[in-house]
């Protein structure tokens, strides 16, 4: 819900950020844009966790480590959608192009599973279930033996 959120406000603030009317609005709309962007690195690897829990959660969600190679591309898209939109229609229609493609990416949200262990600590093992066993028809084993049940909660003081 966090990543959603997160996405949800970048891409909004980006889309005002192109009718700012002065520099003054346009730098605190952008900081902004950086407050959502920021709740990106949410995940597992934004979190200290114990290893085995991070292992878990990156199998479980490919997408958070794919997200990093799909910034990569997205870095480079912009770049070569500025250098034809910048000249000729101008940065607005830049941000707002750019703000369309965030808002898209977002509809995409309903197909990426949740994380098994998430499922596994709110008490919903059937989901949790259901996505190690198409990670694991992705991979081509088998499911191991066993039951699916919350670790331990260490107080953290």
Known sequence: QILLLSFLWAAYFSLL??????YIWFVFLRAMVGG?????????????IK??????????????????????AGSLLIIGLASVVNPTIGWRWLIRIASILSILLILVFKFIPESAQYNVSMGNTGAALA???????????????????????????
């Open 131 to 157: 996505t190690l066993q198409k990670i694991a028809s992705m991979n081509g084993v088998t499911m191991p033996e066993g039951q699916l049940r919350e670790p331990v909660k260490v107080s953290q003081g």
């Open 51 to 72: 290893k085995k829990i991070t292992a878990m959660c990156s199998c479980s969600n490919p997408f958070l480590s794919l997200g990093k190679v799909f910034w990569l």
């Open 36 to 48: 959502g962007v920021s709740g990106h690195s949410q995940g597992p690897e934004g979190k200290k």
């Open 17 to 22: 950020t192109s009718f700012a009317p002065s």
